[in-house]
């Protein structure tokens, strides 16, 4: 820096290099740049054009609400199954997961002394950067069979001396299934919605605290009237987030929902997720309208995925946030 | 209007809600880790860093295999991912930060977020339309592209958040003495924030390091060393996280304990980039 600086001052470069070298400069950082928005737009291009002919064969509605998935024999193909599957595993992952994921926010934030939640906020994010995958492996070979011959396996014999009506709603209790990909997509999004929500509380101004102490209100009162109200719209984009990873988890959820291709649904049995049919069937794939039928899957995640994250990005800057962290 | 003793009386009862939530979520997270870390720890020798997987019959038949070549195969394939990521997303940062009035700049933003929380398995789609089906071969160079798409809007976010931490008087000191704006992006603000930029490559490849769904139709894995560098980059290539799914769903116990031993070592990986990025982000104060 001294150097180049005493260099310039002493003898000033001609206007060629100042003019030349910042159009160089921008064009190249311009050209570089502006990819990221491409990316999205060859990304939707790009697998619209290569599901089309599944889309073109089906219908876009037809495919939508196809209930059939038979890759095998009649070779038709509906994504109503694999949409329905991400929905009720993300909501229902979201719904389980939320409050306490924002008990932990809010204890890490406003309660724990300084040292306890510094611990707490790295150890939740350096979970949240924890692979799916290896959650996956702990789910396949630990929580499965355990869910299983704990509560599983009771719960049907249970039903089925009591209550037999209930069977068809429960399915087999083979371990692998909604509930044990519900629960495990609920342990894995909680430190990610944490994460955010610590961040949004972060975020709320001193003052407001203040304030809310000096009409003589307790701690929680504080936290319930002045911090959550002003956090949340944080919250709300950081659940927002959570729930557009909870649509895209792929590895967790194919390794521990049982991959079962079509409705109905059952509690305990398999089912499976836009993703996760992906994954399981893509490299298997050789007839063409099977290949670009997984790719109009892909083209319909891409939707819902844009969906969410636009509502995200909303949110965050109607509440003028700098957003999410990168982890 | 309830009593003061009353209310005192919630604010106990929340509290100690708020403390038995936080311990009853992080225990079965930290379990599993501690899990995972118990089991593989045992499966770790030195024939799991020497020996190629092989065939599932040498499983069979109790041969030792090891995952060396899913190891190199991890570096590949995430090299190749920060090669291309890199620039792209470094130029996307610094138009974001450093020409904040360029009239895409909004979009961009929006874009790259969008991006950021796209599900990695459609990259990998992508990244399959754009290698692999042109090339005709799962190859590590387009597990390489479909990192990137990982990498990307991470490193961009980033980029632009180390750039925008140095104050904007040192640009103007930088333009007084009569620097060119491009002397002043090259030589002062990049060199001051360049422990920022480190910490986002950091995550961005701790990231791409553990995604597993886009590899699996891109790089697609493979039981056995290439014997050219060609074969490595335009071959099918193994990689930890992929290769960690394909032992954990096949049938044999001791692909099992290898999956174990594959994870250790994944979560290694991720949580050491992790670890010094996190040092490094405590460190930077401007």
């Known amino acids: ?327 | 209007m309830k009593t003061l003793k009353q209310r005192y009386f919630f604010q106990n009862l929340m509290k100690t809600f708020l403390i038995i939530n936080t311990i009853a979520v992080l225990i079965p997270l930290i379990i599993i880790i501690v899990y995972v870390v118990v089991q593989g720890i045992g499966a770790i020798n030195i024939d799991f860093f020497t020996q190629e997987l092989g065939s599932p019959s040498r499983a069979m038949t109790g041969r030792s295999s090891g995952l060396v070549h899913t190891i190199i195969g991890t570096f590949v394939v995430d090299f190749l991912a920060l090669l291309i990521a890199v620039p792209f997303g470094l130029g996307a940062g610094i138009m974001l930060s450093e020409y904040p009035d360029h009239k895409l700049n909004p979009l961009m933003r929006v874009m790259n977020d969008t991006l950021n929380g796209m599900p990695a398995v459609l990259k990998g789609l992508l990244a399959w339309a754009l290698v692999v089906k042109p090339m005709g071969s799962f190859s590590g160079l387009s597990g390489g592209v479909a990192l990137a798409f990982v990498m990307l809007p991470i490193i961009a976010r980033s980029t632009e958040s180390a750039l925008m931490n140095i104050p904007w008087s040192i640009r103007e000191a930088g333009l007084a003495v009569g620097l060119p704006r491009w002397r002043v992006v090259l030589s002062v603000v990049i060199p001051a924030s360049k422990t920022g930029l480190v910490t986002g490559l950091l995550i961005a490849f701790a990231r791409a390091a553990g995604e597993a769904a886009p590899l699996l139709f891109t790089s697609f894995g493979n039981n056995y060393m290439s014997a050219t560098l060609k074969g490595w980059i335009f071959g099918p290539v193994d990689t930890l996280p992929q290769r960690l799914y394909s032992l954990a769903i096949s049938p044999y116990p001791q692909w099992h304990k290898l999956g174990w031993a594959a994870g250790i070592l994944l979560l290694f990986f991720v949580v050491m980039s992790f670890v010094i990025a996190r040092i490094a982000v405590r460190e930077k104060k401007y």
């Open chain 1, 1 to 327: 820096m001294d150097d180049s600086t005493s260099q310039i001052l002493k003898q000033p470069r001609p206007l060629i290099y100042r003019w030349l070298g910042d159009r160089i400069f921008s064009l190249s950082i311009f050209t570089l740049g502006i990819t990221v928005i491409l990316c999205t737009a060859i990304m939707a291009l790009v697998l619209y054009g290569d599901g089309a002919s599944s889309i073109k064969e089906f219908g876009f509605f037809g495919f939508l609400t196809g209930k059939v998935w038979d890759p095998a024999i009649k070779m038709q193909f509906g994504a109503y199954p694999f949409i329905l599957g991400t929905l009720i595993t993300s909501i229902l992952s979201l719904a389980i997961s939320f409050i306490p994921a924002l008990a932990v926010a809010v204890f890490t934030a406003e309660y724990s002394p300084a040292w306890l939640s510094h611990i707490i906020d790295n150890l939740v994010n350096l979970i949240a950067a924890v692979p799916s995958v290896i959650i996956g492996l702990w789910g396949i070979f630990v929580f499965a069979p355990f869910m299983r011959d704990t509560f599983y396996m009771n719960i049907y014999l249970w039903s089925l001396d009591h209550f037999p009506a209930l069977l068809p709603f429960l399915g087999n209790p083979i371990g692998y299934g909604m509930a044990t990909a519900i629960l495990i997509l609920a342990l894995m999004i909680i430190p990610y919605t944490t994460a955010l929500a610590v961040d949004a509380f972060k975020k709320v101004p001193k003052d407001q605290r203040e304030a809310a102490y000096a009409l003589g209100a307790t701690k929680w009162e504080v936290i319930r009237m002045a911090v959550i109200p002003y956090a949340r719209g944080g919250i709300l984009a950081g659940v927002m987030l959570s729930f557009g990873r909870a649509i895209g988890e792929t590895m967790a959820v194919a390794m521990l929902i049982g991959n079962k291709n079509t409705l109905p649904f059952t509690i305990m049995g398999p089912a499976s997720t836009m993703p996760s049919v992906i994954v399981n069937e893509f490299r298997e794939a050789v007839e063409n309208l099977h290949l670009s039928s997984l790719i109009a899957v892909g083209f319909y995640l891409f939707i819902v995925s844009l969906i969410v994250n636009l509502i995200a990005a909303y949110i965050q800057r109607r509440f003028s946030l700098t957003g999410a962290r990168t982890v």
